[in-house]
T-cell receptor
Framework: AQSVTQLDSQVPVFEEAPVELRCNYSSSVSVYLFWYVQYPNQGLQLLLKYLSGSTLVKGINGFEAEFNKSQTSFHLRKPSVHISDTAEYFCAVSDLGNIGFQKLVFGTGTRLLVSP | NAGVMQNPRHLVRRRGQEARLRCSPMKGHSHVYWYRQLPEEGLKFMVYLQKENIIDESGMPKERFSAEFPKEGPSILRIQQVVRGDSAAYFC?????????????FGPGTRLLVL
């Protein structure tokens, strides 16, 4: 079974600074990888996903992530953050499941706190 | 252009009562997934349903929890005889065809508080 590790529970950063949110996964098979963002009291919104092809994936709101198969990582980056990026960020991997449907396995989340 | 709808958004129950959580998938979506988010934790898969069928319920507690997705109407997650440990945010997601590479679209969640 897959698992996802987000080592940083909280990442404080100043506005306009770059940020990297780390995500590592464990799996014995090929996987699909996702980053979701959750604003306070809201549902999850997809930022970006890796299915295949280029290992650098660009998403919404200026975020990007790089899939590194050898290090089993899928770190999320943004070169310059805004106050509005303050939210909880979840990395997820798709578990094939017995019949091939997308059963998402989530990490515990990283809270990004952007201050002026 | 409605997204995934969930109601109620907040639900307060006393121990021993029943909780019913509703989820209306996006238009054109016939696959529904329920996840639970306990405080300070990530989301955990509970159950996957298609219309009138439960496909995978491996994440559902064996007792007190049930889910359905009837031919007409929303998907329902039902928790009988709630206990304090059931307090959590319950999220529903939907997809069009249930394929591995599809995006799951999440609703705003129902926050259940058991007193």
């Amino acid at each position: 079974a897959q698992s996802v590790t987000q080592l940083d529970s909280q990442v404080p950063v100043f506005e306009e600074a770059p940020v990297e949110l780390r995500c590592n996964y464990s799996s014995s098979v090929s996987v699909y990888l996702f980053w979701y963002v959750q604003y306070p009291n809201q549902g999850l919104q997809l930022l970006l996903k890796y299915l295949s092809g280029s290992t650098l994936v660009k998403g919404i709101n200026g975020f990007e992530a790089e899939f590194n198969k050898s290090q089993t990582s899928f770190h999320l980056r943004k070169p310059s953050v805004h106050i509005s990026d303050t939210a909880e960020y979840f990395c997820a991997v798709s578990d094939l499941g017995n019949i091939g449907f997308q059963k998402l396995v989530f990490g515990t989340g990283t809270r990004l706190l952007v201050s002026p | 252009n409605a997204g995934v709808m969930q109601n109620p958004r907040h639900l307060v129950r006393r121990r021993g009562q029943e909780a019913r959580l509703r989820c209306s998938p996006m238009k054109g979506h016939s696959h529904v997934y329920w996840y639970r988010q306990l405080p300070e934790e990530g989301l955990k898969f509970m159950v996957y349903l298609q219309k009138e069928n439960i496909i995978d319920e491996s994440g559902m507690p064996k007792e007190r929890f049930s889910a359905e997705f009837p031919k007409e109407g929303p998907s329902i997650l039902r928790i009988q005889q709630v206990v304090r440990g059931d307090s959590a945010a319950y999220f529903c997601a939907s997809s069009r065809q249930g394929q591995l590479q599809e995006t799951q679209y999440f609703g705003p969640g129902t926050r259940l508080l058991v007193l």
